[in-house]
């Protein structure tokens, strides 16, 4: 049974940093494309960064592009979102989702419904 675990998140003032992590378990794919979703209140579910764990290969939403960072550690099966210059309009609950290897490289990550398996998410706040 694949698990994905987010952990992390909180309030943090506007300007801050956070790193948020996702540990999997049950999923062994080394190839994976694994993303970083996020979901604010009213709003659609978006795509912000994802990395081919084959290689390490990483891609960014252009609202995040300079900002965040998503990085692995494939021993410990987890993926890490490090987020610096926080904004308000950064609040939201953030996801991590896995899929299949081209998600990464054809770009079609963003793809909400391409992604097949989710967490359950982890808040951040950003304060103004």
């Known amino acids: 049974q694949v698990q994905l675990v987010e952990s992390g998140g909180g309030s943090v003032q506007a300007g801050g940093s956070l790193r948020i992590s996702c540990e999997a378990s049950g999923y062994s794919d080394s190839s994976a494309c694994m993303g970083w979703f996020r979901q604010a209140p009213g709003k659609e579910r978006e795509g912000v960064a994802a990395?081919?764990?084959?290689?390490?290969?990483?891609y960014y939403a252009d609202s995040v592009k300079g900002r965040f960072t998503i990085s692995q550690d494939k021993a410990k099966n987890t993926v890490y979102l490090r987020m610096i210059s926080l904004k308000p309009e950064d609040s939201a609950m953030y996801y991590c989702?896995?899929?299949?290897?081209?998600?990464?490289?054809?770009?079609?990550?963003?793809?909400?419904?391409?992604?097949?398996?989710w967490g359950k998410g982890t808040l951040v706040t950003i304060s103004s």
């Open positions: 989702a896995a899929g299949r290897p081209f998600l990464c490289y054809s770009g079609s990550w963003r793809g909400v419904s391409a992604m097949a398996y």
């Open positions: 990395i081919y764990r084959d290689g390490g290969s990483t």
